[in-house]
């Protein structure tokens, strides 16, 4: 089922792209540096506009199967909109911190965002973090204490017709705004 969602996604984004006249480039997973050490976020799909981060999409199983190397008898656990991943956090957490790498802007607040689907795969959850700057730093030297992160979750109904007018869309609208959204601040921090 994911298969579905991951090709409709990569779709829209790079419908969105074509339209836009930029490149918009499935990447690898990020990486969140805590107490010196590096860990991998493992993605189905990463988007990004100019090297700066747009999105992530990641599902329950994927992330189910990274904690098995670590916790061998770890229950497996179905997300929905509920609650939000720990995973997904650290994945917002090195996004802010991909974006900072590949801008010369302030160390501001960067906005990252992670979208994945509930358990019955019929709609996306778009979670949106606002993470200062001072946050990924205080991760990276191992403080205590951190600056918070301001969380936003947004439903998403995934379409069931595949002859629908894609501009048309909720989910259409969102990538679209995402990839705007990026563009011009991959343009300010040039």
């Known amino acids: 089922m994911l298969s579905k969602i991951y090709d409709l996604i990569d779709y829209v984004a790079h419908s969105v792209g074509v339209d836009r006249q930029i490149s918009v480039v499935n990447d690898g997973s990020p990486e969140i540096e805590v107490n010196g050490e590096s860990f991998s976020i493992p993605f189905h799909l990463g988007c990004t506009v100019n090297d700066s981060p747009i999105f992530h999409l990641i599902d329950s199983p994927a992330r189910y199967q990274e904690r098995l190397y670590l916790i061998p008898d770890l229950e497996y656990v179905a997300q929905d909109e509920v609650f939000t991943d720990a995973l997904d956090v650290g994945a917002l ?60 979750h947004e439903i998403i109904d995934v379409p069931r017709d595949p002859h629908c007018e894609w501009e048309e869309i909720v989910l259409f609208k969102i990538i679209a705004g995402l990839i705007d959204e990026s563009i011009e601040l991959s343009a300010t921090r040039l």
Not at 106 to 114: L, M
Not at 138 to 152: N, V
């Open 93 to 152: 957490i090195a996004q802010a911190a991909n974006q900072k790498e590949w801008s010369s802007g302030p160390d501001g607040i960067y906005k990252a965002h992670v979208l994945y689907p509930t358990s019955t795969y019929t709609k996306l959850v778009l979670l949106t973090g606002w993470v200062p700057y001072k946050t990924v730093v205080a991760l990276r030297e191992g403080h205590e204490t951190l600056e918070p992160i301001t969380l936003s």
